[in-house]
Nanobody
Framework: QVHLVESGGGSVQAGGSLRLSCAAS????????MAWFRQVPGKEREGVAS?????????????YYADSVKGRITTPQANTKDTVYLQMNNLKPEDTGMYYC???????????????????WGQGAQVTVSS
């Protein structure tokens, strides 16, 4: 079993910054695709960003981003494969939502945004951006 624990989040005004963390643990965890999703009431969970956390393979560190967040949000990785961040800058009110990290084995690939592909999920962290 893999456990994902999120931290960070909170409230900020438009144009501000926040950072979320996602730490993976559990004896079965190995490097793979770690992704961030967000959800607002009444809407489906949408992919925000992902990163392939393998620190050995040449494609390790490959990232994907939703078009709506490119240039504002990044998902850097800690020096280990176990923790990733979601660095959110120049936040907009439409970024408001519950943010979840998720993980699966293997590289992320072009279909990284499909939430059904992920086996493990964090508990979620609320991000609220006011105008």
């Amino acid at each position: 079993q893999v456990h994902l624990v999120e931290s960070g989040g909170g409230s900020v005004q438009a144009g501000g910054s926040l950072r979320l963390s996602c730490a993976a643990s559990g004896y079965t965890y190995s490097s793979g695709c770690m992704a961030w999703f967000r959800q607002v009431p009444g809407k489906e969970r949408e992919g925000v960003a992902s990163i392939y956390t393998n620190i050995i393979l040449p494609n390790g560190g490959t990232t994907y981003y939703a078009d709506s967040v490119k240039g504002r949000i990044t998902t850097p990785q800690a020096n280990t494969k176990d923790t990733v961040y979601l660095q959110m800058n120049n936040l907009k009110p439409e970024d408001t939502g519950m943010y979840y990290c998720a993980s699966r084995t293997g590289a992320c690939g072009d279909a990284w945004y499909l939430n059904a592909r992920y086996n493990y999920w964090g508990q979620g962290a609320q991000v609220t951006v006011s105008s």
